[in-house]
Structure formats: C-alpha cells, structure tokens
C-alpha cells in the first residue's frame, strides 16, 4: 500500500481558499486517491475521491497532475466549520479487497 | 449516502470486564467491514478487516483474542474487547464497504465511533 505524506498543521482565515498536498511517491498503476475530513470525536467523512487530472464536487477540488505521484485538495472559501483534520489515502479499488491506511492527517484550523 | 450506525456510541466499563460494539450498515449490504482504533491526536489505526461469513483479517500487532470480531451478516459487524484494560480505552470506529456498484469506485462508509473508557 502506497504511503502518504501530508503537512502536519495547515491554518487559515475564512474566506479563502486552502490547499493541501499529499505526496503519494509509490502509488500503483491501480490506486485511487482519496479524501476524508474527521471532526473531532467523529467518524472520518468522505470529501473527494479521484485517478488523474483534477475532479470537482460541492465541496472540494482534486488536483492530480500527470505523474499521480502527489495530488492536492482545494477548499474554497473555507469556513470556521471546516476546521478539521483531512487524511489523504491512496488505495487500490479491487472490488472488496480493499484496506484503507491512514496517515498522519493534515490538521486545518480556520480562523475568523 | 450510505448510513452506518455503531452503538454504543460511548461505554465506561471494569478493568477484567468485555464489552461489545455494534457495527451496522443501516441502508446497504456491506461484504466488508473494518476496525479502527485512534487514539487522542492520533490518526486512525486499522485494526482488522471483518468478512461475512468468514474469520476477520487482524493487522499485524492486534490481538485476535483481545478483540473478537463476529460478521455474522451483511448487515453487522461486531467487535468484542475482551479483558478490557486501561489502556485499551480509545476511540473506535468501523467502516462499511459496498458490495455492489461499479468496481472502478471504492467507498468506504464510516460509523460515527465508540468512545471506549475502563477504569
């Protein structure tokens, strides 16, 4: 399973956009890159999920460039309640074979 | 989306005592489950990969009979401590896996956690 590396802390104020990386150096030909959101005391949610080029929801962007070797989730306008820590995963989607690993975590604190 | 539900949702149990933890998938049929354990300011750890129908997949370091799990259905999962300890208190959480849809997109859906404490 390919392993990931996030920035630890990441701050920012409302209103702007925050991205985090996620460095993903072995990721198989097969993997999918994935990203959660956990608040504290919760159980992680999905945001976004993508293979290559960039993938846009309601709520995030997903940029992946060609190498697939890191990918970069966009926050909009963030808010006080995206206060958060965002894990990035990369896994391969073998119909239920697979395990989700996760790393660190990236930990977002928003400010007014 | 998909719903998955855990209860309780937090227990305060006796050091030597068991306890158990409900993991379900209230709006879909999940082949696979899998458990967590995080600790405070920690990432999620997976514990094991629970199976219906066969014996649960435990990650390297996880005590298999400390942690009893059972998948008797598509719909349930559950996960036994047993002999609890004080350091066996921690926050843990299980996920639910599709069985169905298209093999290219794999969604795990997770429960909303179990805050475990023993005394």
């Known amino acids: 399973l390919a392993k990931t590396t996030q920035p630890i802390s990441m701050d920012s104020y409302e209103g702007q956009e925050v991205n985090i990386t996620c460095s993903h150096n072995?990721?198989?030909?097969?993997?999918?890159i994935t990203w959660y959101q956990q608040f504290p005391s919760q159980g992680p949610r999905f945001i976004i999920q993508?293979?290559?080029t960039k993938v846009t929801n309601e709520v995030a962007s997903l940029f992946i460039p060609a190498d697939r070797k890191s990918s970069t989730l966009s926050l909009p306008r963030v808010s006080l309640s995206d206060t958060a820590v965002y894990y990035c995963l990369v896994g391969g989607v073998t119909y239920n074979t697979d395990k989700l690993i996760f790393g660190t975590g990236t930990r977002l604190q928003v400010f007014p | 989306g998909a719903v998955v539900s855990q209860h309780p949702s937090w227990v305060i149990c006796k050091s030597g005592t068991s306890v158990k933890i409900e993991c379900r998938s209230l709006d879909f049929q999940a082949t696979t489950m899998f458990w967590y354990r995080q600790f405070p300011k920690q990432s999620l750890m997976l514990m094991a990969t629970?199976?219906?129908?066969?014996?649960?997949?435990?990650e390297q370091g996880v005590e298999k009979d400390k942690f009893l799990i059972n998948h008797a259905s598509l719909t349930l999962s559950t996960l036994t401590v047993t002999s609890a300890h004080p350091e066996d208190s921690s926050f843990y959480i299980c996920?639910?896996?599709?069985?169905?849809?298209?093999?290219?997109?794999?969604?795990?859906?997770f429960g909303p956690g179990t805050r475990l404490t023993v005394l």
């Open positions: 996920s639910a896996q599709t069985s169905g849809g298209p093999p290219s997109y794999n969604e795990q859906f």
């Open positions: 072995n990721i198989a030909t097969n993997d999918y």
């Open positions: 629970s199976n219906e129908g066969s014996k649960a997949t435990y």
């Open positions: 993508g293979y290559k």
